[in-house]
């Protein structure tokens, strides 16, 4: 290496860069979200240790610990709201049907639930996310012998339908874009249809995650497998994005603020979306918030982009969840379909049906064994 190499590798440049006061700005903000983010789900613990302890069930030591170990193991607050209503569930079904120990479960025991579960009209997709949640129970009881470890060795596996992503047609967002006059439910909604956010994510961006001259929004923590990425903002959402950031109180912390400075809560985010369908006509259509990021992956999709690309910018953590809407926009496979029903409508296809379609006669064995001898 030449010497003069030896500027490119400076460890004071790197740590002056790193204590410039934005990079600290930016530092306390993201400390001061993983503070308030601790400090809910510890609040969340509470509330739900205090409701347990007023429930009639078998096992409300064993409950209670396994809320506690699910709280060390950083799961999110919602995760534990889950966990909390399927054990209780669980547990106290199985009292009602005269069980007075853990140790007495059996494989039966779990499908007279899930049985009970669907005879109470909840949906499969829900029983059987229920049941995930009740087997990392099982596990925690087998890992501490309170529990046989033969009810994992065989599992109860539900047919859930895999059900194709619901898109928004092209004409229907071109009327809903219309009747999107107020400056910040324009901005809101339009960022869900050109950055493929969740609701949620959306709610939960902070003016510090907005990068406008970059033309890009950070997601420190995704909702569903808290992985982080950064999603790209189309101009027409940059413009309605600034039009909002000119008018919105520069005092709140959220994008998009409710009373006292909170986040806007997805019922009101989703009231004012259906008022906008109403308004639109599209209000038969029962379209939802999310349909919005399945139309923004089929455009996308539809306009060539590559399938790793989108996987990223959607935050999918396998390829498979971002393949579902290949089945929406296989250009290729409608090609083709088409071309084969010219034919076939054309009165092409006689000639395929007359072809001999007799495989070619064999060799006799003597002609295939002359060489060898």
Same mark, same amino acid.
């Given at each position: 290496?030449?010497?003069?190499?030896?500027?490119?590798?400076?460890?004071?440049?790197?740590?002056?860069?790193?204590?410039?006061?934005?990079?600290?700005?930016?530092?306390?903000?993201?400390?001061?979200?993983e503070n308030q983010q601790a400090e809910a789900k510890h609040k969340t613990l509470d509330g739900l240790l205090d409701k347990l302890s007023q429930k009639d069930i078998i096992g409300l030591d064993v409950a209670r610990e396994y809320l506690r170990h699910k709280y060390r193991q950083n799961c999110k607050a919602n995760t534990l709201k889950n966990d909390f209503t399927t054990i209780t569930l669980f547990l106290s079904y199985l009292k009602k049907c005269g069980r007075s120990e853990l140790n007495q479960l059996s494989r039966a025991d779990l499908e007279a639930f899930v049985e009970h579960e669907q005879d109470r009209g909840l949906k499969i997709?829900?029983?059987?996310?229920?049941?995930?949640?009740?087997?990392?129970?099982?596990?925690?009881?087998?890992?501490?012998?309170?529990?046989?470890?033969?009810?994992?060795?065989?599992?109860?596996?539900?047919?859930?339908?895999?059900?194709? /992503?619901?898109?928004?047609?092209?004409?229907?967002?071109?009327?809903?874009?219309?009747?999107?006059?107020?400056?910040?439910?324009?901005?809101?909604?339009?960022?869900?249809?050109?950055?493929?956010?969740?609701?949620?994510?959306?709610?939960?961006?902070?003016?510090?995650?907005?990068?406008?001259?970059?033309?890009?929004?950070?997601?420190?923590?995704?909702?569903?497998?808290?992985?982080?990425?950064?999603?790209?903002?189309?101009?027409?959402?940059?413009?309605?994005?600034?039009?909002?950031?000119?008018?919105?109180?520069?005092?709140?912390?959220?994008?998009?603020?409710?009373?006292?400075?909170?986040?806007?809560?997805?019922?009101?985010?989703?009231?004012?979306?259906?008022?906008?369908?109403?308004?639109?006509?599209?209000?038969?259509?029962?379209?939802?918030?999310?349909?919005?990021?399945?139309?923004?992956?089929?455009?996308?999709?539809?306009?060539?982009?590559?399938?790793?690309?989108?996987?990223?910018?959607?935050?999918?953590?396998?390829?498979?969840?971002?393949?579902?809407?290949?089945?929406?926009?296989?250009?290729?496979?409608?090609?083709?379909?088409?071309?084969?029903?010219?034919?076939?409508?054309?009165?092409?296809?006689?000639?395929?049906?007359?072809?001999?379609?007799?495989? /070619?006669?064999?060799?006799?064995?003597?002609?295939?064994?002359? /060489?060898?001898?």
């Amino acid at each position: 290496m030449i010497l003069s190499d030896f500027r490119y590798y400076d460890p004071w440049a790197k740590a002056e860069e790193a204590f410039t006061l934005p990079n600290l700005f930016h530092r306390s903000q993201l400390q001061q979200r993983e503070n308030q983010q601790a400090e809910a789900k510890h609040k969340t613990l509470d509330g739900l240790l205090d409701k347990l302890s007023q429930k009639d069930i078998i096992g409300l030591d064993v409950a209670r610990e396994y809320l506690r170990h699910k709280y060390r193991q950083n799961c999110k607050a919602n995760t534990l709201k889950n966990d909390f209503t399927t054990i209780t569930l669980f547990l106290s079904y199985l009292k009602k049907c005269g069980r007075s120990e853990l140790n007495q479960l059996s494989r039966a025991d779990l499908e007279a639930f899930v049985e009970h579960e669907q005879d109470r009209g909840l949906k499969i997709v829900s029983v059987s996310n229920r049941l995930g949640s009740l087997y990392a129970f099982l596990r925690y009881l087998i890992d501490r012998d309170l529990a046989d470890a033969d009810l994992l060795r065989r599992k109860i596996k539900l047919k859930v339908p895999d059900a194709l /992503p619901r898109a928004m047609d092209p004409e229907d967002i071109k009327c809903l874009l219309e009747v999107l006059v107020d400056v910040r439910n324009r901005a809101m909604i339009l960022l869900l249809l050109r950055t493929g956010m969740r609701i949620g994510e959306l709610l939960n961006t902070k003016l510090v995650d907005v990068h406008l001259a970059d033309n890009k929004i950070l997601i420190y923590e995704g909702e569903k497998n808290r992985k982080g990425r950064a999603v790209c903002i189309s101009e027409d959402a940059c413009q309605a994005l600034s039009a909002w950031l000119q008018k919105r109180d520069p005092q709140k912390e959220y994008l998009f603020y409710g009373r006292g400075g909170n986040p806007m809560s997805y019922n009101n985010a989703r009231v004012i979306f259906k008022k906008y369908l109403k308004q639109a006509g599209l209000e038969h259509k029962d379209y939802s918030l999310h349909c919005l990021r399945h139309t923004f992956a089929t455009e996308l999709l539809n306009a060539g982009m590559r399938i790793e690309c989108l996987q990223q910018l959607l935050g999918h953590s396998s390829i498979e969840m971002t393949l579902r809407y290949g089945r929406l926009s296989d250009k290729a496979r409608e090609q083709e379909y088409f071309r084969a029903m010219a034919i076939i409508e054309g009165g092409q296809a006689d000639g395929f049906n007359q072809r001999d379609r007799q495989l /070619p006669p064999l060799f006799e064995e003597t002609q295939l064994l002359d /060489p060898y001898r």
